[in-house]
Structure formats: structure tokens, C-alpha cells
Nanobody
Framework: QVQLVESGGGLVQAGGSLRLSCAASGSILNMNALVWYRQVPGKQRDFVAAITSSGITNYGDFVMGRFTISKDDAKNTVNLQMNSLKPKDTAVYYC???????????WGQGTQVTVSS
């Protein structure tokens, strides 16, 4: 079963940038999509961005051109470049892999992003 490990979170000032990475323990070529979500304590987990196996991307409405999702099939990683960060972007960011085979959905442990005003 593939495992996902996120990295790149941290503390940044408003207007700054962070690049999150999610490394898969196995090949991402057979994954239907790789997705970033975020969650604030006490609230639901929200969709941030997704990239399909063919490279099609989709973003949450709040992103408004500030984030870019990409993947490196050779390195089995998916990245989230976040620019123009706002304090409301503060959350734990999770990587998720969606497959057509068991377990169909795999989560990483999350990485904390904190944006100070």
C-alpha cells in the first residue's frame, strides 16, 4: 500500500510563498488523481487543488490563481506552489491519492502552514 509524506510547511508572513511537496512511496503513474486538501481545527477538510494522471488541474475557488499544483512522475511527487499567502490560508495541508484499486484513497499525515499577518 502506497504511503504519502508531505513536507514544506512552515511559518511565513502574509504575501510570502511556500512550496509543499508530497512524496509517494510507490509509482504515481497509476493514480487517478493527486489532491491537496486543507483543514482548520474544528472545520471540514476543504479541497485545494488536484491534478489527474494526464496532468489536468483543478483548483478550489478561493485559490484565484495564487497556487499551482504540479507532479513529477519520475520522482513520484506532487507539489503545491503557494504564492501571495494570506492569514486565512493557515491550515494543515494534506495530500491525497485517489486510485481505482484498493484502498482507493490514501492520505498523508499533513503539514502545517501558518501565515502571519
Amino acid at each position: 500500500q502506497v504511503q504519502l509524506v508531505e513536507s514544506g510547511g512552515g511559518l511565513v508572513q502574509a504575501g510570502g510563498s511556500l512550496r509543499l511537496s508530497c512524496a509517494a512511496s510507490g509509482s504515481i503513474l497509476n493514480m487517478n488523481a493527486l489532491v491537496w486538501y486543507r483543514q482548520v481545527p474544528g472545520k471540514q477538510r476543504d479541497f485545494v487543488a488536484a491534478i489527474t494522471s494526464s496532468g489536468i488541474t483543478n483548483y478550489g475557488d478561493f485559490v484565484m490563481g495564487r497556487f499551482t499544483i504540479s507532479k513529477d512522475d519520475a520522482k513520484n511527487t506532487v507539489n503545491l506552489q503557494m504564492n501571495s499567502l494570506k492569514p486565512k490560508d493557515t491550515a494543515v495541508y494534506y495530500c491525497n491519492a485517489k486510485t481505482s484499486y484498493y484502498p482507493y484513497s490514501t492520505w498523508g499525515q499533513g503539514t502545517q502552514v501558518t501565515v502571519s499577518s
